[in-house]
């Protein structure tokens, strides 16, 4: 499965890709991968984007690279993170 196949809207940010791999039977993970490297670590730096219920045709938000949150509004995510914005209603106002 890629991100073609599940119609995925967002376009990497600059230097960065998106990579998918299974995780459950149903569920697949986005993974951003970064152009940046550790000096400590020859392994690419990626970070968890969110998931993705190929059944329910629904995005989830990642609690973290192991666990899956709460369905989530592809309209709601942002191309870094499909995590939720913790925003009291002064700080909604700025956005």
């Known amino acids: 499965m890629n991100l073609k196949d599940i119609e995925f809207g967002h376009k990497p940010p600059k ?6 791999r299974d995780f459950k039977r149903n ?14 670590k020859s392994e ?3 970070t968890i984007w969110g998931f993705y219920d190929t059944k329910k045709k629904q995005y989830l938000a990642p ?25 009291n209603p002064l700080e909604r106002a700025f956005l």
Request: positive net charge; charged residues 20%; hydrophobic residues 40%.
């Open 63 to 87: 609690k973290d690279c192991k666990t899956v949150g709460k369905v989530v509004d592809f309209a709601d995510t942002r191309n870094y993170t499909a995590m939720q914005l913790n925003l």
């Open 15 to 20: 230097g960065f890709r998106y990579e998918v």
């Open 44 to 46: 690419p730096i990626k």
């Open 27 to 40: 569920v697949i993970s986005i993974w951003l991968c970064h152009p940046n490297v550790y000096t400590y």
